[in-house]
């Protein structure tokens, strides 16, 4: 009986000091500074694949690509590397502070090892669903820019630090630099929750990419500023 008192006393005396620690850290997560968004190195690169790989874990496109678990972890890494891995030869990967989001910018006259992504396709997709994902693949070629333009290959963050201004920041660090070139920008989104925050950074719909039963792709064209 003394030891029930003695538990149901602690219980009363921790659960008020833990609603209050969960509600300060609620109520101050809005009053924090933006992270801080540095480059990332050549020595960091596996680092940041490891967070596009968390990042994307939810995204329709990729797990159209590959549903089950184990094709999605392996493809996932191939497949941001090809597309944005040049950004580390580059200054343009970006990351905020632990990892906790990553962005891969492609600059102005490189382009995106794409023959890679083919093959690992034809190796690791279901058959079924070829048709429809290299028809998105030609439909994504026709819809990028000719002209000069950074190109933002891969952006995520690690869902445990979502809903902090990870990824603003990581998009308001790479835009300054993009802006200083006077240079537009050129993206594709695969996960329609994002589109909101690529048109505040004043992103703007250039059409839709879906075909057969995939999901909708949205390219996106952000024109030079200043």
Known sequence: MLVRRLWIGAYAWVLPKFNENTDAKDTSMSKLSPPEVRV??????DWVLSTIEVAFINDP???FSWPRAKEYLTGIRHVANAMGGKAFDHGSAYLAPGFSGVALWVPPGVHPDLEPIGALMVE???????EDLFGMLGEMAQFHPQEDHWYLAQIGVDP?????????????HALARCDTDGTPCYLESSNPRNI???????FERVGEIQVGRSPIMTPMIRPAQG
């Open 196 to 202: 909101s925050l690529y048109e505040r950074f004043g």
């Open 40 to 45: 990332a190195t050549l020595q960091e690169r």
């Open 124 to 130: 690791t997709v279901d058959a079924a669903l070829h």
């Open 61 to 63: 496109v990729m797990r």
């Open 160 to 172: 445990f630090f979502q809903g902090q201004g990870v990824g603003a920041a990581l998009m308001k």
